[in-house]
């Protein structure tokens, strides 16, 4: 099995305040030669995974000059053992405040924060209320109002226990992923917070996050993974509600998106947009 957290460049690692939160910096190429002017980026995972979910797009954002810090929420990956029984939503949120603090008085200057599935919907939360240089969601979860425009359809709400264990991948492969990309998952996917799911997840009965998208000023981009015509209409509102640009990525699955085999779209996308959005105002 190809672990691809064994391929990368080397760089810093920290622990962050009294949860010990892990973070990886991994200085852009430009920057490190003292020619960058970009601002860093911030990325936040998503559920069961960790820092390590990201391990095949930091290459290509260093290559192309962006820093990236690279966080995990308590209990996850790296960071100091938590009970997961006793974690929430707002607890999350706490940790990647705590980070974009941290890259602030280190870089001077607010980070893109780029946040996948769960670290998405923990995304748009946080920019609510703080400044981001902009803000970028991968497959996010949706907020509440998005989720009212276009609910899901056959929805059947369990009830989780204290914890939700970790996805089992039975499959040998998927319509993206190799069977390599799968074991590399299965390698470190952990349990997640049931209580946190209870929150944002519409799966185990959440009413959903509310985020007023009025309060969210930087620029925004939604990537979403999409494999129906329904999937298609939430990425296309939930663009359309924080006045982004939208990029719907067919037959493309959620964990693919990271770590498939065509993990290259969505770096792309995200790289042009930078392009774009962001380097011409600096």
């Known amino acids: ?64 000059g962006w820093t990236c810090y690279v966080m995990n929420l308590r209990g996850h990956y790296r960071s100091r053992v ?23 008085a280190e870089r001077g200057e607010a980070p893109i924060v780029i946040g996948f599935s769960m670290g998405g919907i923990l995304s748009q939360k946080l920019a609510e209320s703080e400044v981001l240089a902009g803000l970028v969601l991968m497959d996010s979860s949706v907020c509440r109002e998005v989720h009212d425009l276009v609910p899901y359809s056959d929805l059947v709400p369990s009830i989780p226990g204290n914890v939700v264990p970790a996805p089992v991948r039975e499959e040998a492969a998927s319509i993206d992923e190799s069977a390599e990309d799968i074991a590399f998952q299965q390698k470190y996917l952990t349990m997640e ?7 944002f997840s519409f799966f185990y009965g959440a009413t959903g996050i509310p985020v007023d998208s009025r309060a969210v000023h930087c620029p925004c981009l939604v990537i979403h993974a ?28 959620h964990t693919g998106l990271l770590v498939g085999q065509r993990y290259l779209e969505g770096v792309q996308t995200v790289l042009e947009w930078l392009k774009r959005k962001i380097e011409p105002a600096r």
Not at 193 to 199: D, E, G, H, Q, V
Not at 227 to 253: K, P
Request: charged residues 30%.
């Open 82 to 104: 938590l009970d997961m029984t006793r974690l929430t939503f707002e607890d999350y949120l706490e940790d990647i405040r705590e980070v974009l603090y941290e890259v602030i």
């Open 193 to 199: 917070s049931a209580r946190a799911f209870s929150a």
């Open 226 to 253: 999409v494999n129906t015509e329904e999937e298609d209409r939430r990425g296309q509102a939930n663009a359309d509600y924080f006045r982004a640009e939208y990029s719907g990525l067919w037959n493309i699955t």
């Open 1 to 64: 099995m190809r672990d691809y957290t064994k391929e990368l460049p080397p760089h810093t690692e920290r622990y962050l305040g009294e949860h010990d939160l892990y973070l990886e910096i991994f200085e852009g190429e430009e920057q490190a030669r003292g020619t960058g002017q970009k601002p860093p980026l911030l990325l936040v995972h998503g559920a069961y995974t960790g820092s390590w979910m990201w391990s095949k797009y930091i290459p290509h954002f260093i290559r192309e």
